[in-house]
């Protein structure tokens, strides 16, 4: 698959991001991650909320490389973009995030209960994880979005 693909198919279009558009999607992760962590709250909303910070954590990829998702099953695309966009090294990351996005669609559709603490807990760490090598992937490849220390 391309972008090149991608695009013709409707599934992303090209997008010029912005300092702006990427300290917001990294405020929506920090309060996500943040609200995941909440004990109060059922497991099933905590993976739904951490499932939400992992996919802009991907959107963050995706605007970088000047694309947004456009369409019809955008969460799956989000994540086949991503692999498109930081390379095969996380792949199985990847196919990791697919699965709870299935999940996830569970959570939000169909069932109660669905997320045990122990997938909760895998998630939250597999998300702070995926933060990190996002941060570092803006660095190397798109410096002018990398985070202001």
């Known amino acids: ?13 090209r997008h010029r991001t912005s300092l702006q558009e990427i300290s917001d999607l990294r405020d929506v992760v920090a309060r996500d991650l943040k609200d995941a ?7 099933d909303r905590r ?11 991907a959107k963050m990829v995706i605007a970088c490389s000047g694309y947004r998702v ?13 692999e498109l966009a930081m390379g095969s090294k996380i ?14 669609n569970q959570v939000d559709y169909d069932f109660a209960l669905v997320a045990s603490d122990t997938e909760l807990e895998e998630l939250m760490s597999t998300a702070e994880e995926f933060r990190t090598i ?14 202001r220390q």
Request: glycine share 6%; aromatic share 12%.
């Open 91 to 104: 792949t199985k990351m990847v196919a990791y995030f697919d699965m709870c996005r299935r999940k996830r």
């Open 47 to 57: 993976f739904a909320t951490a499932y939400n910070a992992v996919l802009q954590l």
């Open 1 to 13: 698959m391309t972008w090149e693909t991608l695009v013709t198919n409707g599934r992303v279009k």
């Open 134 to 147: 996002v941060e570092a992937w803006i660095r190397l490849h798109h410096p002018a979005y990398a985070l």
């Open 70 to 82: 456009t369409g019809l099953g955008h969460h799956q695309s989000t994540f086949e973009s991503l």
């Open 37 to 43: 962590g909440v004990e109060m709250i059922s497991a």
